[in-house]
């Protein structure tokens, strides 16, 4: 599975739009990016995922570069309880493919 | 549907004794996924089922811990002796494999778990 780069941290005012970046350089052809994010002391959550194409649901949006090398989530109107830890994770189809998290993006949401 | 449901909610247990967490995933999901979580550590896949089946148990730390799936709503995971390095919060998610190949977890709400 690839790997998935994400700055460590972020901050951003309270609704303005959120653009979290990831970079996923070694992703393959079947591979899916999937976004989570985990509010403390709770269990991750599913936010969104997408193959090739930018997808929209009323989370938040997700933008793939054209080479799949890199994607962008964008939460539009961040609230303060949007402040929570932020997942890219790339896994293919195979039922073989693990479902790894990396360290994430710390996005704190600022009053 | 309740979702992923995981009990003890917290234990509090003192070292060498025997730790039992439990998961039930939601109906009619094929895939269950158990994670470890600490701060030095973050989210640790420990090991996964498809159909009850383990696939991969490669992120068991020692032998000291098992998983069993005796069926598709029940799930444990057993650690024997415990130790105070086992202190994490232990989550379970489960999911259904998408026709297109996706794959999204729902996790329950975790064990806290504490070796003194």
């Known amino acids: 599975d690839a790997k998935t780069t994400q700055p460590p941290s972020m901050d951003c005012a309270e609704g303005r739009a959120a653009n979290l970046p990831c970079n996923h350089s070694?992703?393959?052809?079947?591979?899916?990016v999937y976004w989570y994010r985990q509010i403390h002391s709770q269990g991750p959550q599913y936010i969104i995922h997408?193959?090739?194409n930018n997808e929209t649901n009323e989370m938040a949006s997700l933008i793939i570069t054209e080479d799949r090398k890199s994607s962008t989530l964008i939460l539009p109107h961040a609230t303060l309880r949007d402040t929570a830890v932020y997942y890219c994770i790339v896994r293919g189809y195979s039922s073989a493919s693990k479902i790894i998290f990396g360290s994430g993006t710390r996005l704190s949401i600022r009053p | 549907d309740a979702g992923v449901i995981q009990s003890p909610r917290h234990e509090v247990t003192e070292m060498g004794q025997e730790v039992t967490l439990r998961c039930k995933p939601i109906s009619g999901h094929d895939y269950l996924f158990w994670y470890r979580q600490t701060m030095m550590r973050g989210l640790e896949l420990l090991i996964y089922?498809?159909?009850?089946?383990?696939?991969?148990d490669s992120g068991m730390p020692e032998d000291r811990f098992s998983a069993k799936m005796p069926n598709a709503s029940f799930s444990t995971l057993k650690i024997q002796p415990s130790e105070p390095r086992d202190s994490a919060v232990y989550f379970c998610?489960?999911?259904?494999?998408?026709?297109?190949?996706?794959?999204?977890?729902?996790f329950g709400a975790g064990s806290r778990l504490t070796v003194l």
């Open positions: 998610a489960s999911s259904l494999l998408g026709a297109a190949g996706a794959n999204v977890l729902t």
């Open positions: 089922f498809n159909n009850n089946v383990p696939i991969d």
């Open positions: 070694t992703i393959s052809g079947n591979e899916y």
């Open positions: 997408g193959l090739k």
